[in-house]
Structure formats: C-alpha cells, structure tokens
Antibody, heavy 122, light 108 residues
Framework: EVQLVESGGGLVQPGGSLRLSCAAS????????MNWVRQVPGKGLERVSV????????DYADSVKGRFTISRDNSKNMLHLQMNSLRAEDTAVYYC???????????????WGQGTLVTVSS | EIVLTQSPGTLSLSPGERATLSCRAS???????LAWYQQKPGQAPRLLIN???RRATGIPDRFSGSGSGTDFTLTISRLEPEDFAVYYC?????????FGQGTKLEIK
C-alpha cells in the first residue's frame, strides 16, 4: 500500500524558513517523480515543485522560484521542501504527491499524503 | 499558460441522479492530457481519471471522462452519497501544468 506522510509544518514568521518532509513507502521510490502541491484552505490546488526519480531534474512554480528548494533522499525514501523567505501568501496546506512516472514531465499525481499546514504570520 | 475554467461552480443534485461536470481550456490540450481529481472535506485529492478518459486504479465505473481539445466532461452516472465532494480538472499537455478552480458537488 502506498503511503505518504508529511511533516514539518507549523507557524513561522514572514521572512522565516521551514523544511517540510515526506516519508514514502509501499512503492519503489526511485522510480517515480515526486511533487509538492499546496492548497490555501478553501481554495484550489497549486503544484509548487516536482523532482525526478533520480533527483537530477527539478521544476518550480514561478511563485516560489528562488525561495523554495525540493530534494529527495532515495536511500531513505524521503522527499523534502526547503522553504526560505516565507511570505503570508505561502500559507497553505502542503501535500506530497507521487507522480505516475519518472521524470519531471510526469504531471499526473496518483497518490497523495494527508498534508501539513504551513502558516506564515507574525 | 493554459487556463482551465470549470462549470458550474456548485452543482446541487440528489443521490441516484446523474452529474455532469465541465472543464473548458483556454487553448487546446495536447494529447488530451487532462486529469480529474476528487477531494472530500479534510482529505487529500484523489486521482479519478487521466488521459481524459482512463479511470485510475480502483475508481468505480460510474465515473467516466470524455472530451478532447478544449472541452472535457466528468460524468458520474448515478450519484452515491460518498460522491459529494469538490472535483478538480488538471491539464498536463501544456507547460506549466495547471488546475481548474473546482466544482463543488453538493447534496440537494
């Protein structure tokens, strides 16, 4: 059974940093691209970042480019999102989601975690 | 960027009825790379359909997707109580991939 469990969310001040993590199990982690998708409560979905199965390729939404860094540790089946220079508009639930294939062009997300809430406020 | 517009914003129906949800793209979606997701309150999205018409693993056959080019439809043939949720379409034929704003399917 595929399981994705996020952690690391919380309250942070504007300009601060936070690191999200996602523990994956139930599939061959290195074979699949992984994503971070965020959702402002009550609003729609925004894919923030994607990383290829081998970690060699990444892509970011314009809204977070230069501030967020996605990474993965295939030896530990872990996905991370380092978020710097956080803004109030980054407040959202952040979901970890598995792509259905290997590279950063794999946009269909077939399994999702339950999400972790990030609140940016003073 | 391809903009997806979903309609209606809210659809009120009763269990047993047929639901038809629309997703219209601002330009043609190449290869009909269009997916549908279901999200229930307090839960993560769940993939229903990809490639415009392929049901994902474990999705009941009362869910079907159709369409091509700029107009796509998700049909739920006979609503079950657990189908009342928010539905999102996503296009991945153009870069960047984008989501629609969602359609809320509520019990009448």
């Amino acid at each position: 059974e595929v399981q994705l469990v996020e952690s690391g969310g919380g309250l942070v001040q504007p300009g601060g940093s936070l690191r999200l993590s996602c523990a994956a199990s139930g599939f061959t982690f290195t074979n699949y691209a992984m994503n971070w998708v965020r959702q402002v409560p009550g609003k729609g979905l925004e894919r923030v970042s994607v990383i290829s199965g081998n970690g060699g390729g990444t892509d970011y939404a314009d809204s977070v480019k230069g501030r967020f860094t996605i990474s993965r540790d295939n030896s530990k089946n872990m996905l991370h999102l380092q978020m710097n220079s956080l803004r109030a508009e980054d407040t959202a639930v952040y979901y970890c989601a598995k792509s259905d294939c290997t590279n950063t062009g794999c946009h269909v997300m077939d399994y999702w975690g339950q999400g972790t809430l990030v609140t940016v406020s003073s | 960027e391809i903009v997806l517009t979903q309609s209606p914003g809210t659809l009120s129906l009763s269990p047993g009825e047929r639901a038809t949800l629309s997703c219209r793209a601002s330009q043609s979606v190449s290869n009909n790379y269009l997916a549908w997701y279901q999200q229930k309150p307090g839960q993560a999205p769940r993939l229903l359909i990809n490639g415009a018409s392929r049901r994902a693993t474990g999705i009941p056959d009362r869910f079907s997707g159709s369409g091509s080019g700029t107009d796509f439809t998700l049909t739920i043939s006979r609503l079950e109580p657990e189908d009342f949720a928010v539905y999102y379409c996503q296009q991945y034929g153009g870069s960047p991939q984008t989501f629609g704003q969602g359609t809320k399917l509520e019990i009448k």
